[in-house]
């Protein structure tokens, strides 16, 4: 998708690259949506939501509530056109993997020193 995409918007202005976007973020979303047992889902209960009124796919994941925003991932990878974007970004909802915060402690200001606990 990352070759068709640079193929296509070769010589292309900013429309046609926006045009493009949507195109590509619609079949994004919908390989993970097939492939993953996901379906469309269109967040407007929360206007702070970083998707809201954008579509994403959810029920992809074993985490609840998780969104895959497509056109989001498209974009960023038109804006640097980095290979392995679009697989890194549909891996990163499909195979998570949790990190610990065990080891990370808190650090506070006192008297103008940085104190761990």
Request: proline letters at 5%; a neutral charge.
């Amino acid at each position: 998708m990352e070759n068709l995409f640079n193929l296509m918007s070769e010589n292309s202005g900013k429309d046609e690259i926006s045009s493009l976007i949507i195109s590509f973020a619609r079949h994004l979303g919908e390989l993970v949506r097939t492939n993953c047992n996901g379906k469309w889902y269109l967040p407007l209960d929360n206007e702070e939501n970083v998707n809201f009124n954008n579509p994403v796919i959810i029920g992809h994941s074993p985490i609840k509530n998780l969104e895959f925003a497509p056109i989001s991932v498209m974009r960023a990878f038109a804006l640097r056109r980095k290979p392995g974007t679009l697989k890194k970004a549909v891996d990163a909802q499909i195979h998570i993997k949790p990190i610990g915060l065990s080891d990370l402690g808190e650090e506070y200001l006192d008297n103008h020193k940085l104190v761990r606990v």
